[in-house]
Structure formats: structure tokens, C-alpha cells
């Protein structure tokens, strides 16, 4: 056995002595580091080998050195220690890849920590240490042992045994060190070694706080109190016989052992007589007094002389009549929970004393074990013994403890692998409650460090679409195939005076329609309550909405609101950074309303899209769900040519940015692209001509088309900064939604054609494609030009030639926004257009001093 050197502190020598060994420890690890699963599995095996063969000598040595226990039960320790772990360990992957979740493309790779000063207790002197040592090969760490001063002779001797065997089988030399000086100087001294990466405790509640102190990575398991409670509904004579086994065990000088048990009174009588007849000697209240005389230390502590001692030993002690029958002493304590607070007793019993209180009631009960728990057990282990489900669910829902063994005893069950599936372990987690950083049953994962390796994933994206979408001149007719006996026409009262709900009615003869014309541009939500309760009392078939994007909107939360009366719009206008994993719930529910859309703009693209803009509180909000989305778009051109030129133009303007911004948008598809660009070639052509002269039917019907191809691009690749700024200036000055746009638009293309100051992250958009795609566009459509550089200026010019062809207003000024007035609302624009869902898909984040300057740019 190796010698004990006494230490001067403070000296060089002393502290060289000690750098010495965090030295081997560090080479050791740089060696261990570069071995494989195959060597370590070979050393960890020698070592289990080793241990095993060493159980009864080990068993011995702790027995010599601490003079309590049982020798019997501490070599069932290092057997536990051993083979148990063993078990455990055998199939695991603790080097290199350990772990794999192809679905997510992710893969776990574990490397060792370094140099881990491991602190071993009295109570489990060998055992702790070969689980330790053990642990640390699994996991390639050099460890340094700290073993409790009265022990520490019987530990030098574990881990000897350990690396001698292990170093014939390939581990490193110096991977296991014991530095057994007692003092507390020398602890102090690691603590804070540089050289020392992790301190693993397991020890009383001074030796945690003291690792935990250190401030470095610490993982310190501490003292437990468990309470037992037995139900009426339990099987009496097993848990009796469980619990002896357990409290017995090593003379219960192991933390999780049985402390105090709570019976219900029902069970009582029955679970005294049963204990007496296995053996357990049940004291009188003053037995029991006077034992906890005897065995208490002044300051309140069981005293060391009592410590691991046997019943008769502890008899004779207490001046009881001592016997070598007794097999554990049963101690009476009041049931009253402030004088069961008060008692000596309650504490946490290292000797085969097991408190005994007796309970009138399931409450009662998990309250004394509860007032068990805050006596030095929070976080450690509990056990309930009940066959009625439902109070066991009760305690475990109560008791915090990090284990809650279910009729099986403490001491012996928490160390896993023999009453239950827990993981073996010597290191009981005791969570925050116990100053521990878990509750585990700590093993071989706590002492890696894991490496997630993470695959770079584009998730899947979608296009879709309503179901059924009619155009052209004369499409209107189309509303007979919903087949409807009774509707609810949607509509504002200028689109009712044209005549708009005689044209649908012509359509349907034999349905009943009810008109609900009270929709305002831009609706708000005391509008849409009202047709909602319209189609709450008629109950139609369908719902159809014929008018611009606001008429179309109040109808799709018309139908929401119907269908689910009780949803929130301030949830369900949440903002989202991403659309997959946003926080507002959508009811999803199957329609029993149909929904048919009948554009008499061509702009929104409403008809088809899943979105819907709402004034809520002199603030515009834009709903986005698929729920929204119609089942029936019916783009009839002829609803369109009423609309005066201004109209038209703003309309026709919204359309285009649409088709602009989806076009760069990260979630541009092939499919949204494709939409794009026929969307632009159409409307640069056709809106000119569709605004000199609304009569023209063939610009009208591109038009009309055109706002619908648009929509649903961007329903799959949603909008940009353009739409954030006209949504910000829109709801402040009153400025029509097309035009706002306009206003912006061209400023926009340059913004995003340029060279981002900040890149939106987006795995799909792998690179800045924005100034490319705007020059294929042009391409595209045949706006020649060579080079990507000048194809791209001639789009650009080709919108500037069309925003002027139609009289859009180039500022806002010229919109009318007064320059003070703009001045005094600039930082609230920024900040309503900073907090537009609309950036999100922007392929440049917009910085807030870039937003400013787009609004100062476009002020005028
Ligand atoms: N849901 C979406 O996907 C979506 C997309 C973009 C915009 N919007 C929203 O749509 C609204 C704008 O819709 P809009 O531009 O269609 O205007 P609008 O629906 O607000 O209508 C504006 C005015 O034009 C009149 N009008 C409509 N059609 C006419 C016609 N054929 N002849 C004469 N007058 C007619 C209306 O009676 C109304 O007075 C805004 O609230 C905007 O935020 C929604
Ligand atoms: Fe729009």
C-alpha cells in the first residue's frame, strides 16, 4: 500500500507535491484522450476484473479502517460497484460517436472532460472508488482521489488494485492518483488548481458546499433523509421485509437508506406486529427518547460513536436492554408535524434506527414525509408503498426528491439495477434542492462532454393553392357550382350600389342570399363580429365575397370568427420569426361554410391567399393561416372594369410588388418563381393600357389574372420591406395600400440589389441571389440589356417608366404627407415597420437606421 507523505501547507514542497500530480493527471488525460472505444472497453473490463476479485479484501480493509458497517453488505458494494456497473456500461458508446438522430442530422461525439478530483465518502468507502475509477475509464478521464480522511487507506487500496490492473491492459500511467493527506488545505488547494477541470463529489453536506465554492465545473451528491410512506392499500409483510433488508444494510451507514417511516393508521397495528415478528425491536416512546439521548451529539448531529453501530451496541449505549436479535431499533415519534418538526429523530439516521410516526391520513402522511424531506433529504430519495394509484401519484407529485422508489426499499433500490431499472450508481443526484446540478443517478454521461454535431438542414417548403380558381370574362357563372340554397353575400355599400350583389344573384336564382354590405376599407373587428353573427343566425352554405382585398378579408375572419367565436386576434396577430414554429394557435377545423371570392380589383390577390388585414386600434394587423385561405377564387374581369384609373393603378401597383418581392423572398421556390415572372410580364404590359382606358377588356383580363398569379406566389413566398413600409405609412397617413407601395417600390429594388450590410438566415437561400434574380426577370421578359448589371437596371427602369405612366405619386409628399408631419412620425414609422411580419422573408434584414433612410429616401 502506497505511503502517506504528511504535507507541510504553504511550502513549495507542499504545493510541488501536489502540482505533481495534477502534472501526471494532465499527461495521463492527453494520453487517454487519443485512445479508442475498443482500448477502453479492454482496460474498463481488466479493471471490473480486478474489482471484483478484490471485493472481499476491499470489504475487509473498510471494515479495519472505519470500524462500523457490516462486512457482509460492503462486499455486496463493490459487487454492485463492479459487476452491476458493468452491466450497465458494457454496451455503451462513450468515445467517439455515441449517439445518432439521422431524422434530425445530428450526431453525438464524446470527448473526456480531463482531470476529475473525485471526493469519496466514508459510508461507501471502496465502493464510491471503484465506481469511480471505473467511471473514469469508460469515459477516458485522469482522476485524482480525495478520500473522507477516516477512509482513506481503504481507498489508496481500491484504486491500486484498479490501475495496476488497467495499466496491463493498456491505461494510461498516472490516469488514477489518490492524494490521501487529510487535510483540508490540500482539498482547498485542488479546488482551485487550474490544472483540475472538474471536481466530482460525493460527501456530507460541508464537503458539497465547500467543491461547490471552487467555482469550476463541480458535480456534488450530498447527504439524503428518505421517508417511507406506507398506505393502507400496501402489501404489509413485504414492505417490512424490504425495509429490513434496506436498513440493515451496511448498518445503514448509506445515504438513501430508510430514515423515517409514516404508516396510516389503518395499516399500523399491523405493520408493528409485522415488524416485531421479522425481527425489529419497536421501542417504547421512552425507549426511543432515551436513545436519542444517547446517540445525539450536543450539536445536534448523530454522534460518530454511533455511527454504522449495531442494535445492541446502540441498546447498550441507550442503557436499553441490548440484544443480538434486535435487527433494527424502531423509534416511535409524534405524529403532531410541529412536534415531529422538533424531534431529534427526524434527521438522517447512519445506524439502524428507523424513525416510526403514525398517520390519520393520506395527507397527513405525505406531509410528515414532506417535513422528513426538508430535515436534510430534499432532492436525495423517497419511497411509497400503496397498491391505490392515486397515492402514489399524490406523493409523487408532492415529495421533491430525485428518486421515488415505488414499493421497493431505498438504500439497496437507489443505487439501481436491483429492485428497478435505475441506472447503477454510487452517486446519487440531489438536485438544486441538495446543491447538486442534477438529479441522476450520475454515471458515466455526467463525466463527458458532448458534442452535438449538427448537419445543416433546409426544411421541406410547400406551394399551395384553393382548390378551385375560375377566370376570365364571364367567369361569374362558375358560382353555380357551389350549389347553394342560401348565402351570405359579402360586399361594402359602394360595391353593393354598382350592382355587385344583383350580378351574383343573377348567378344563384333559386338561393336565398342575404347582402352584408357594412365592410370599410381596411375593416375592423366590430365589423367583422357583426357579419359573423349574420352567419351565426342564417347559417348559409356559403359565404361569398365579392368586393377588393378589404371586402375578401372581412369575409375570411367572418368565417373565423363563426366557425370559432372564442379566438383571440391579438394571439392570432402574434408576430412570428418563423411561420413553422410561430407561437399563435389557428383553430384547425373542417369548413362547413364554403368560401368563393370575387375580386372587383386586381390587386390583392385575397382571393387566393391566406392572409387578411385588419385595423385593430388604429393599427393594422395581418392575420396568416392556410385556414384562410377561400375555397373558391372566381377572377372575373368584368367585375373589374369599373374601377376609376386611381384604382386601378393603386391596385394594379400592389399586384406588381407583390410579384417583386416574392420573386427575392427567401422562400422564393421554383414554383413561386415561375408565377413571379408571368405576374410582372403581365402587368408591366397591361396595367398602362388597363389605366388609359378602362373599357379594354384584354388589358383588364391580364390584369385580373395577373393580381391572381401574383397572389399565389407570394401566399408560398410571402412579401418584403416594400410591404412593411407601405403597411407603417398606410396606417399613419391614410395613404391607399397600392400606393404606398409605389412609393417605396423603387427604392426597394435597390436596397435588396445591393450588397446586404446584414444577411437574413435562411438555410434555403444559400446564396445572396436577390441582384441575379432581378436581372433574370429582365431577362425573362425580354427587356434586353447584356450583363447581369445593366438587365437588372433595365427592370428597374421599366417600374420607374410604369409607376410614372400611371400617375403614382413618387413621394410622399406628393401623397400629401405633410414634411413635418412625416418628420415628427419617423420614429414610430421605423418602429411599425420594423415590426412587420412582411421583413421576415426579405432577403436583406433591414437594419433600423437602413428602414429610416428607405422612409427619409421616399419623404420627398
Ligand atoms: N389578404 C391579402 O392577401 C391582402 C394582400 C394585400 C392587401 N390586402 C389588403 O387589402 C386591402 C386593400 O384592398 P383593395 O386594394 O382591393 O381595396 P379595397 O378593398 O379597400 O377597396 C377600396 C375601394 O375601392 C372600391 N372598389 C372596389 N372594387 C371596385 C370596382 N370594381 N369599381 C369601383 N370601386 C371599387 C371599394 O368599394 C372601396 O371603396 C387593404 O386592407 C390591404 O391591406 C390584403
Ligand atoms: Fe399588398
Not at 463493490?78 to 458494457?90: G, M, R, S, V
Not at 446540478?437 to 445543416?456: A, F, G, H, P
Not at 360595391?495 to 376599407?521: K, M, Y
Request: hydrophobic residues 45%; negative net charge; contains cysteine.
Amino acid at each position: 500500500m502506497a505511503t502517506t507523505v504528511p504535507l507541510v501547507p504553504e511550502s513549495t514542497e507542499w504545493t510541488e507535491r501536489l502540482d505533481g500530480f495534477v502534472d501526471t493527471a494532465t499527461r495521463a488525460a492527453a494520453e487517454f484522450r487519443r485512445l479508442d472505444q475498443e482500448a477502453v472497453d479492454r482496460i474498463v473490463w481488466a479493471m471490473v476484473v480486478a474489482g471484483l476479485e478484490s471485493a472481499v479484501e476491499l470489504a475487509e480493509l473498510a471494515m479495519e479502517e472505519t470500524q462500523f458497517g457490516v462486512f457482509e453488505d460492503k462486499v455486496v458494494k463493490n459487487y454492485i460497484a463492479t459487476e452491476f456497473l458493468y452491466d450497465y456500461l458494457k454496451d455503451k458508446r462513450s468515445v467517439g460517436v455515441i449517439d445518432r438522430d439521422p431524422a434530425r442530422g445530428i450526431e453525438y461525439v464524446a470527448e473526456p472532460i480531463g482531470v476529475v478530483l473525485a471526493l469519496t465518502p466514508i459510508t461507501n468507502p471502496t465502493s464510491t472508488v471503484l465506481f469511480k475509477a471505473i467511471v473514469a475509464a469508460k469515459t477516458r478521464n485522469a482522476m485524482i482521489f480525495r478520500p473522507s480522511a477516516r477512509a482513506a487507506g481503504c481507498a489508496e487500496r481500491a484504486v491500486q488494485i484498479l490501475s495496476e490492473a488497467g495499466e496491463r491492459a493498456g491505461l494510461p500511467k498516472g490516469a488514477l492518483q489518490v492524494i490521501p493527506d487529510p487535510t483540508l488545505d490540500v482539498s482547498q488547494y485542488l479546488f482551485h488548481h487550474p490544472g483540475v477541470d472538474f471536481i466530482w463529489t460525493t460527501g456530507g453536506p460541508k464537503a458539497v458546499a465547500a467543491a461547490n465554492a471552487a467555482g469550476k465545473p463541480c458535480l456534488s451528491v450530498g447527504a439524503g433523509n428518505a421517508p417511507v410512506y406506507i398506505h393502507s392499500s400496501a402489501d404489509i409483510p413485504m414492505a417490512v421485509v424490504d425495509m429490513l433488508i434496506s436498513k440493515t444494510f451496511d448498518a445503514s451507514v448509506i445515504c438513501p437508506a430508510e430514515q423515517t417511516c409514516v404508516v396510516d393508521d389503518a395499516a399500523y397495528d399491523q405493520m408493528v406486529a409485522e415488524l416485531e415478528r421479522m425481527g425489529a425491536r419497536v421501542l417504547s416512546r421512552e425507549e426511543s427518547d432515551a436513545l436519542a439521548q444517547a446517540t445525539v451529539a450536543e450539536d445536534g448531529r448523530i454522534s460518530m460513536a454511533a455511527l454504522g453501530r449495531s442494535c445492541a451496541d446502540l441498546a447498550a449505549m441507550a442503557g436499553l436492554d441490548p440484544s443480538e436479535r434486535d435487527k433494527v431499533l424502531v423509534a416511535p415519534l409524534p405524529s403532531a408535524l410541529d412536534e415531529l418538526a422538533e424531534h431529534s429523530f427526524l434527521q438522517e439516521k447512519l445506524m439502524p434506527v428507523l424513525g416510526l410516526v403514525r398517520s390519520p391520513s393520506v395527507d397527513h402522511g405525505i406531509a410528515a414525509c414532506e417535513l422528513v424531506t426538508e430535515h436534510g433529504g430534499l432532492g436525495h430519495t423517497s419511497a411509497v408503498y400503496a397498491t391505490d394509484q392515486e397515492v402514489v401519484d399524490r406523493f409523487a407529485e408532492r415529495i421533491r426528491t430525485g428518486r421515488i422508489l415505488v414499493n421497493a426499499p431505498t438504500a439497496v433500490g437507489a443505487l439501481g439495477g436491483i429492485y428497478n431499472s435505475m441506472t447503477p450508481t454510487f452517486s446519487l443526484g440531489c438536485g438544486t434542492w441538495g446543491g447538486s446540478m442534477t438529479t441522476d443517478n450520475v454515471n458515466y454521461r455526467n463525466l463527458l462532454n458532448v458534442k452535438t454535431v449538427s448537419r445543416r438542414q433546409t426544411p421541406p417548403q410547400w406551394f399551395r393553392v384553393p382548390s378551385d380558381t375560375y377566370f376570365n370574362a364571364g367567369a361569374i357563372e362558375s358560382l353555380r357550382e357551389l350549389g347553394v340554397t342560401r348565402a351570405v353575400v359579402v360586399t361594402d355599400a359602394d360595391s353593393e350600389a354598382r350592382g355587385v350583389a344583383d350580378q351574383v344573384r343573377e348567378q344563384l336564382p333559386g338561393a336565398s342570399l342575404h347582402v352584408f354590405s357594412e365592410v370599410e376599407p381596411e375593416p375592423g373587428e366590430a365589423t367583422v363580429r357583426e357579419g359573423a353573427a349574420i352567419v351565426d343566425k342564417l347559417r348559409p352554405d356559403a359565404i361569398i365575397a365579392v368586393g377588393g382585398g378589404s371586402v375578401i378579408d372581412a369575409a375570411k375572419v367572418i368565417r373565423l370568427f363563426h366557425e370559432s367565436p372564442d379566438v383571440d386576434l391579438r394571439e392570432l396577430s402574434l408576430p412570428f420569426l418563423d411561420a413553422r414554429k410561430r407561437v399563435a394557435r389557428y383553430p384547425h377545423i373542417a369548413h362547413d361554410i364554403r368560401l368563393a371570392a370575387l375580386p372587383t380589383t386586381a390587386g390583392t390577390g385575397s382571393e387566393v391567399s391566406p392572409a387578411a388585414v385588419l385595423s385593430l386600434g388604429g393599427r393594422k394587423v395581418t392575420l396568416v393561416d392556410y385556414s384562410l385561405v377561400p375555397d373558391m377564387a372566381v377572377v372575373d374581369p368584368r367585375l373589374t372594369a369599373s374601377m376609376p384609373p386611381v384604382l386601378t393603378a393603386d391596385t394594379g401597383v400592389d399586384a406588381l410588388t407583390h410579384a417583386l418581392e416574392g420573386a427575392v423572398s427567401i422562400f422564393a421556390s421554383p414554383y413561386t418563381d415561375a408565377f413571379c415572372m408571368q405576374a410582372i410580364n403581365l402587368i408591366l404590359d397591361a396595367l398602362p393600357r388597363a389605366y388609359a382606358d378602362g373599357d379594354d377588356m384584354d388589358a383588364r383580363t391580364d390584369m385580373a389574372n395577373a393580381a391572381t398569379i401574383a397572389g399565389l406566389a407570394f401566399s408560398n413566398a410571402f412579401v418584403g420591406v416594400c410591404h412593411a413600409l407601405a403597411h407603417a405609412v398606410g396606417a399613419r397617413f391614410g395613404i391607399a395600400h397600392g400606393r404606398a407601395n409605389a412609393i417605396f417600390l423603387p427604392h426597394v429594388l435597390r436596397y435588396n440589389a445591393s450588397l446586404p450590410s446584414k444577411f437574413m438566415p435562411a438555410p434555403g437561400y444559400r446564396t445572396y441571389v436577390a441582384p441575379e434574380r432581378y436581372a433574370q426577370i429582365s431577362h425573362v421578359i425580354g427587356l434586353g440589356g447584356h450583363g447581369e448589371a445593366e438587365r437588372r437596371e433595365r427592370l428597374f427602369t421599366r417600374v420607374d417608366e410604369l409607376l410614372r405612366a400611371v400617375d403614382e405619386p413618387r413621394t410622399l409628399a406628393e401623397a400629401g404627407v405633410p414634411r413635418a408631419d412625416f418628420d415628427a412620425a419617423l420614429p414610430e414609422l421605423v418602429r411599425a415597420a420594423f415590426a412587420d411580419p412582411s421583413i421576415r422573408t426579405n432577403p436583406r434584414i433591414p437594419l433600423v437606421s437602413e428602414l429610416s433612410g428607405l422612409l427619409r429616401a421616399a419623404a420627398g
